[in-house]
């Protein structure tokens, strides 16, 4: 399958590439965003080989490919000045709301990372299953180092979900990568330990575990994404390579702790699992069972 033919004949049947204001792409599909969608010739990319159907939604126009759709991707980017930007609102002509963009930018950040989640949790599965047969010992090293293998991007979570929301905001990944890894550094997390209230410049502070937790980072780093580009206006061209990085996680990180922490703190606090426990242990599982994929999202598991 030559994938320049293909990303060429999408590219034109799209408008072209200056109808495109932002691509990216799932696990299955690529989302435009286009300036002009009466310009996209809907039938003639659904003929296209590879091409399952054309979407319409939320603001975007997805041509689901499948499982070619990296690929198809890579070849677009290869030929083309078209990349996954953050799409500004001024160029999307009021065709996606707020709600819109909220899943978009959690799409976007989600999609690099689904090949990372997908393996480590298949592996995990696995090791599963193996120690269930007693096929491996799980006492032993080759159980330790393959479970620590399938727990990794799942511990340290919110480092590249810092990474792929910052770059999915167009802002310097590797700043969004120290703000989540500041998180986990074990002088943060020895806090957690301490039973002396704590405080932060003379405010309270009210230490959480941010290990695998989405939601806080999520915040943090679409905060992070306008700070960058204001400092960038303020700071002096001769001294941004230092200064931004370092006001920014000056400002961010502590702002994380002091407010997006504690607001999983205080969500987990709230939903009353004893008093639930208390009323009926096996409809307290399938209430927590259900929404556990929120739960964890939150960071409040």
Same mark, same amino acid.
């Given at each position: 399958?030559?994938?320049?033919?293909?990303?060429?004949?999408?590219?034109?049947?799209?408008?072209?590439?200056?109808?495109?204001?932002?691509?990216?792409?799932?696990?299955?599909?690529?989302?435009?965003?286009?300036?002009?969608?009466?310009?996209?010739?809907?039938?003639?990319?659904?003929?296209?080989?590879?091409?399952?159907?054309?979407?319409?939604?939320?603001?975007?126009?997805?041509?689901?490919?499948?499982?070619?759709?990296?690929?198809?991707?890579?070849?677009?980017?290869?030929?083309?000045?078209?990349?996954?930007?953050?799409?500004?609102?001024?160029?999307?002509?009021?065709?996606?709301?707020?709600?819109?963009?909220?899943?978009?930018?959690?799409?976007? /950040?989600?999609?690099? #990372? +689904?090949? %990372?989640? @997908?393996?480590?949790?298949? !592996?995990?599965? *696995? $090791?599963?299953?193996?120690?269930?047969?007693?096929?491996?010992?799980?006492?032993?090293?080759?159980?330790?180092?393959?479970?620590?293998?399938?727990?990794?991007?799942?511990?340290?979570?919110?480092?590249?979900?810092?990474?792929?929301?910052?770059?999915?905001?167009?802002?310097?990944?590797?700043?969004?990568?120290?703000?989540?890894?500041?998180?986990?550094?074990?002088?943060?997390?020895?806090?957690?330990?301490?039973?002396?209230?704590?405080?932060?410049?003379?405010?309270?502070?009210?230490?959480?575990?941010?290990?695998? /937790?989405?939601?806080? #980072? +999520?915040? %943090?780093? @679409?905060?992070?994404?306008? !700070?960058?580009? *204001? $400092?960038?206006?303020?700071?002096?061209?001769?001294?941004?390579?230092?200064?931004?990085?370092?006001?920014?996680?000056?400002?961010?990180?502590?702002?994380?702790?002091?407010?997006?922490?504690?607001?999983?703190?205080?969500?987990?606090?709230?939903?009353?699992?004893?008093?639930?426990?208390?009323?009926?242990?096996?409809?307290?599982?399938?209430?927590?069972?259900?929404?556990?994929?929120?739960?964890?999202?939150?960071?409040?598991?």
């Amino acid at each position: 399958m030559n994938y320049d033919n293909l990303g060429k004949e999408i590219i034109d049947l799209v408008g072209g590439e200056n109808n495109i204001s932002s691509l990216e792409h799932c696990a299955t599909r690529l989302r435009f965003v286009l300036k002009d969608t009466d310009q996209a010739d809907n039938s003639k990319i659904n003929e296209l080989p590879k091409v399952l159907q054309v979407v319409e939604e939320g603001g975007q126009f997805q041509i689901v490919i499948g499982n070619d759709v990296a690929n198809v991707y890579d070849a677009i980017v290869k030929n083309y000045s078209i990349g996954q930007t953050y799409a500004k609102e001024e160029n999307e002509s009021g065709k996606r709301n707020i709600i819109n963009i909220i899943f978009s930018y959690i799409s976007g /950040t989600f999609s690099p #990372l +689904l090949p %990372a989640l @997908a393996g480590s949790g298949m !592996l995990k599965a *696995l $090791l599963e299953i193996l120690k269930s047969l007693n096929w491996i010992n799980d006492k032993g090293a080759t159980f330790a180092i393959l479970n620590a293998t399938s727990n990794a991007v799942f511990y340290f979570l919110p480092i590249f979900i810092g990474m792929s929301a910052s770059k999915k905001l167009n802002v310097n990944p590797y700043i969004g990568g120290v703000i989540a890894a500041s998180l986990l550094e074990p002088s943060f997390t020895n806090l957690l330990k301490s039973e002396e209230n704590l405080t932060f410049i003379g405010l309270s502070l009210v230490v959480t575990d941010f290990a695998s /937790t989405v939601f806080s #980072l +999520l915040i %943090a780093i @679409a905060i992070y994404a306008p !700070l960058e580009r *204001l $400092l960038k206006r303020w700071v002096p061209k001769v001294l941004q390579l230092f200064l931004v990085p370092m006001l920014s996680l000056i400002i961010m990180v502590p702002l994380t702790v002091l407010v997006f922490g504690p607001f999983s703190e205080y969500v987990s606090s709230g939903i009353g699992i004893d008093y639930m426990l208390g009323f009926s242990r096996i409809l307290t599982g399938v209430i927590i069972a259900s929404f556990w994929p929120f739960l964890v999202v939150l960071g409040v598991h």
